[in-house]
């Protein structure tokens, strides 16, 4: 398998599930900037979209979305119980928690790294996104980590985006349940190992 990914970008999620999950993959850098492989080959040609993250299986087909692509991992390797089995309401209460990354933090939290969006703009997301990050705080009120005590593949997708308040000028330092949160999973060797081959740890 390929793992197309742009350093520190949400792609950041599928390469620490991958790393947890053990199985063999090659990741391959697609600058969101210029939109080419390290070879000065197009990355449209590859992903329409020309965003990141990609899968690409062994058989060639290629999935994109981060949410699609980190269940479809875990499903590769159940008895690492990264993601509950299909079919049950642990699995929907997964799905429902990449949805709310995805759709109220992702978006808000990542529209702020566009240099086009005005101030007022940006202030307005700062303040939604702020508001949801709290809910997400007291909803890890005594758990270490979203499903509870154990780990699961909606927790890379918060700690990645959870990561982007750093630069967005997004205080979270008053939430304690999430700033313990993203101590614990940054302690995590996968998440290391991740962090290390994009370049974000030394």
Known sequence: MKLYFSPGACSLAPHIVLQESGLAFEPVLASTKTHQLADG?????????????????????????????????????????????????????????????????????GGLFNPAMPEEGKTVIRARATSRLKWVD???????????????????????????????DIDISGMKNLSAFQARMAARPAVQAAMKAEGLLK
């Not at 087909?61 to 980190?70: K, M």
């Not at 780990?151 to 982007?164: E, M, Q």
């Open 41 to 109: 080959t197009d990355y449209y040609t590859i992903n329409p979209k020309g965003y990141v993250p990609l899968l690409e299986l062994d058989n060639g087909e290629r999935l994109s979305e981060g949410p699609a692509i980190v269940q479809y991992i875990a499903d590769q390797v159940p008895a690492k119980n990264l993601a509950p089995a299909n079919g049950t309401m642990a699995r929907y209460r997964v799905q429902e928690w990449l949805n709310f990354i995805t759709s109220e933090l992702h978006k808000g939290v």
């Open 138 to 168: 007291e909803q890890l009120e005594g758990k270490q980590y979203l499903m509870g005590d154990a780990f699961s593949i909606a927790d890379p997708y918060l700690f990645t985006v959870a990561n982007w308040t750093k630069y967005t």
